[in-house]
């Protein structure tokens, strides 16, 4: 069974970098069917977009986000990862990873999703 | 980017009445390109339905989708007591992609 599980720390000051590992099992990333996503959600709020990576690592971001944002794969550990860095309040959110359907423009929904995690940042 | 806006805020109604929740586009959106979620309290979002109407794995067909761009709508034909959740749309034929900001629906 397709499973996604982000891990990282939940706590980051101001100014540095969030880092978070999305592993899948289930699945293979590099099976060269899905784009794999990051999508936030602040406390009690909406959801927002990222971006997603395909597992050659070609990446499209959220242009609100992109100059501070940096999605990689690893294939060898069927991980995929998410950078935010210059962080602030603001940054503060349940960080969820996520598949999209499939690569046809009309199958990008995204129909498996990780449990989240949530980060706070703070001094 | 194409703006999704979900109205109402909030729905209100009580076991096997109907429940319509709109999604309106700032842009053109074909509903191919229109995903509906639904998500509970302390959960991951789950995908309802995409690609126009196809209902995801185990969604029951109590759900189903209609409309045309800008204008869809959600629409469960008798609410159960299980459905109360925040429903989002989501657009991914424009990137970047996008979400309403979420109906929530309470069941009496």
């Known amino acids: 069974q397709l499973q996604l599980q982000e891990s990282g720390p939940g706590l980051v000051k101001p100014s540095e970098t969030l880092s978070l590992t999305c592993t899948v099992s289930?699945?293979?990333?590099?099976?060269?069917?899905?784009?794999w996503d990051w999508i936030r959600q602040p406390p009690g709020k909406g959801l927002e977009w990222v971006g997603y990576?395909?597992?050659?690592?070609?990446?499209y971001y959220n242009p609100s986000l992109k100059n501070r944002v940096t999605i990689s794969v690893d294939t060898s550990k069927n991980q995929f990862s998410l950078k935010l860095s210059s962080v602030n309040a603001a940054d503060t959110a349940v960080y969820y990873c996520?598949?999209?359907?499939?690569?046809?423009?009309?199958?990008?929904?995204?129909?498996?999703w990780g449990q989240g995690t949530m980060v706070v940042v703070s001094s | 980017e194409i703006v999704l806006t979900q109205s109402p805020g909030t729905l209100s109604l009580s076991p096997g009445e109907r429940a319509t929740l709109s999604c309106r586009a700032s842009?053109?959106?074909?509903?191919?390109?229109l995903a509906w979620y639904q998500q509970k309290v302390g959960q991951a979002p789950r995908l309802l339905i995409y690609?126009?109407?196809i209902r995801a794995t185990g969604v029951p067909d109590r759900f189903s989708v209609s409309g045309s761009g800008p204008d869809f709508s959600l629409t469960i034909s008798r609410v159960e007591p299980e459905d109360s959740a925040v429903y989002y749309c989501?657009?991914?034929?424009?990137?970047?992609?996008?979400f309403g900001q979420g109906t929530k629906l309470e069941i009496k």
């Open positions: 989501h657009q991914y034929g424009s990137s970047p992609f996008t």
């Open positions: 289930g699945d293979s990333i590099s099976s060269r069917s899905h784009y």
């Open positions: 690609d126009a109407s």
């Open positions: 842009q053109t959106v074909s509903i191919t390109y």
């Open positions: 996520a598949r999209q359907l499939g690569l046809q423009s009309n199958k990008r929904a995204l129909d498996i």
């Open positions: 990576i395909y597992y050659t690592g070609s990446t």
